[in-house]
Nanobody
Framework: QVQLVESGGGLEQAGGSLRLSCAAS????????MGWFRQAPGKEREFVAA????????YYADFVKGRFTISRDNAKNTVYLYMNTLKPEDTAVYYC?????????????????WGQGTQVTVSS
């Protein structure tokens, strides 16, 4: 069992930066791939980024490549999403997710545990 709690969301101007954190509890965190997803009002939840269990492999959606960076600290049971050059279209609720497998995936259905989400709003 893994419990996930996101933090770090808020209101930011276009071009600004935010860092999201996801604190995990449970002994399986260090062997779990982690992902970030987002969901805007009226839209489906979409993949943002993922990282393998040891952090050696990362995956990004095309629309965040070069702007967002995912990382993890297994000693702190935490995964991060650094978001730079934010755009108004990045506005969404951002969710952290964990999967039992060690390698990341872009599919919502591949993840076993989800956090409650944190709101990110980017103003123009």
């Amino acid at each position: 069992q893994v419990q996930l709690v996101e933090s770090g969301g808020g209101l930011e101007q276009a071009g600004g930066s935010l860092r999201l954190s996801c604190a995990a509890s449970g002994r399986t965190f260090s062997s779990s791939a982690m992902g970030w997803f987002r969901q805007a009002p009226g839209k489906e939840r979409e993949f943002v980024a993922a990282i393998s269990w040891r952090g050696g492999s990362t995956y990004y959606a095309d629309f965040v490549k070069g702007r967002f960076t995912i990382s993890r600290d297994n000693a702190k049971n935490t995964v991060y999403l650094y978001m730079n050059t934010l755009k108004p279209e990045d506005t969404a609720v951002y969710y952290c997710a964990a999967r039992a497998a060690g390698y990341g995936s872009s599919w919502v259905s591949d993840y076993d545990y989800w956090g409650q989400g944190t709101q990110v709003t980017v103003s123009s």
